[in-house]
T-cell receptor, first 116, second 112 residues
Framework: GDSVTQMEGPVTLSEEAFLTINCTYT??????LFWYVQYPGEGLQLLLK?????DKGSNKGFEATYRKETTSFHLEKGSVQVSDSAVYFC???????????????FGKGTHLIIQP | DGGITQSPKYLFRKEGQNVTLSCEQN?????MYWYRQDPGQGLRLIYY???????QKGDIAEGYSVSREKKESFPLTVTSAQKNPTAFYLC???????????FGPGTRLTVL
């Protein structure tokens, strides 16, 4: 079945450092790929997405490129801020177990800590 | 404003009691989902519904029940059969096959 693997962390960086959070996936077909962010005690917010190979999703200085040849969707940001501290989830679209309906498969999340 | 609401934000119950968590959306989305999140863990799918009056079990449905009588509402009942119900519960919805899910703020359930 479909699966998403991402570095679990915690990842600790200093403010203004370069960020990369790795995400690789296993899926049949051509899924859409997503990054979600979760701040403490809150729900998940969509950060960015890409729907086909070589697409680049971007938002709030974060970027990720859909690489079909390496089945990856790594999240990057050039200069992180303390306010970026959160948990980041990589996800892909596909068929869910049971009814075969459409849904998302999530990675386990990467806890990012930015120190001033 | 369109969005997903979950209530209450914090919920406390005694062991052995059933409890129902509310999820309402005004995004006109067909599909709705319930996830469970434990500390340091990812999201695990409990139940999902693609249309009104239809729902399917996810990966960890045992001890939970749902209903989908209205498009806007997808309540989750945590029954006394759920062995370890203390967790953070997240509701989400999506516009069918687009894939993007939008999440509510979550309900933190603590069973004493």
């Amino acid at each position: 079945g479909d699966s998403v693997t991402q570095m679990e962390g915690p990842v600790t960086l200093s403010e203004e450092a370069f960020l990369t959070i790795n995400c690789t996936y296993t899926a049949t077909g051509y899924p859409s790929l997503f990054w979600y962010v979760q701040y403490p005690g809150e729900g998940l917010q969509l950060l960015l997405k890409a729907t086909k190979a070589d697409d680049k999703g971007s938002n709030k200085g974060f970027e990720a490129t859909y690489r079909k040849e390496t089945t990856s969707f790594h999240l990057e940001k050039g200069s992180v801020q303390v306010s970026d501290s959160a948990v980041y989830f990589c996800a892909l679209s596909g068929k869910l177990t049971g009814g075969g309906a459409d849904g998302l498969t999530f990675g386990k999340g990467t806890h990012l800590i930015i120190q001033p | 404003d369109g969005g997903i609401t979950q209530s209450p934000k914090y919920l406390f119950r005694k062991e052995g009691q059933n409890v129902t968590l509310s999820c309402e959306q005004n995004l006109n989305h067909d599909a709705m989902y319930w996830y469970r999140q434990d500390p340091g863990q990812g999201l695990r799918l409990i139940y999902y519904s693609q249309i009104v009056n239809d729902f399917q079990k996810g990966d960890i449905a045992e001890g939970y029940s749902v209903s989908r009588e209205k498009k806007e509402s997808f309540p989750l009942t945590v029954t006394s059969a759920q062995k370890n119900p203390t967790a953070f519960y997240l509701c989400a919805s999506s516009a069918g096959r687009t894939g993007t899910q939008y999440f509510g703020p979550g309900t933190r359930l603590t069973v004493l």
